[in-house]
């Protein structure tokens, strides 16, 4: 079964930081990745994205600075490292896996809190 798992979410203190993990049952060697958030009540909104070759990322505005998306593909996992966290950046967060003629693939989400 060909999934995606997130993982690292948790409570953290304003200002704190966490790493989320995400890891696929399958290869990532072809795939883009992007983590998303969805706040209660709000849409979901994109965070940032990484290329299957991990040479070019991007991040919504709302996280440059302080956010950071690496990937090894060795371990078929892509982190999202976010640092100097807000109330604001409290959400589960997804990552989704695609590639060009493939179905795309999400993960079940993991949640972060940021509060103190």
């Known amino acids: 079964q060909l999934q995606l798992v997130e993982s690292g979410g948790g409570l953290v203190q304003p200002g704190g930081s966490l790493r989320l993990s995400c890891t696929a049952s399958?290869?990532?060697?072809?795939?883009?990745i992007g983590w998303f958030r969805q706040a209660p009540g709000k849409e979901r909104e994109g965070v940032s994205c990484?290329?299957?070759?991990?040479?070019?990322?991007n991040f919504a505005d709302s996280v440059k600075g302080r956010f950071t998306i690496s990937r090894d593909n060795a371990k078929n996992t892509v982190y999202l490292q976010m640092n100097s966290l807000k109330p604001e950046d409290t959400a589960v967060y997804y990552c989704n896996a695609v590639r060009w003629g493939t179905r795309d693939y999400w993960g079940q989400g993991t949640q972060v809190i940021v509060s103190s």
């Open positions: 990484i290329s299957s070759s991990g040479g070019t990322t």
């Open positions: 399958f290869t990532l060697d072809y795939y883009a």
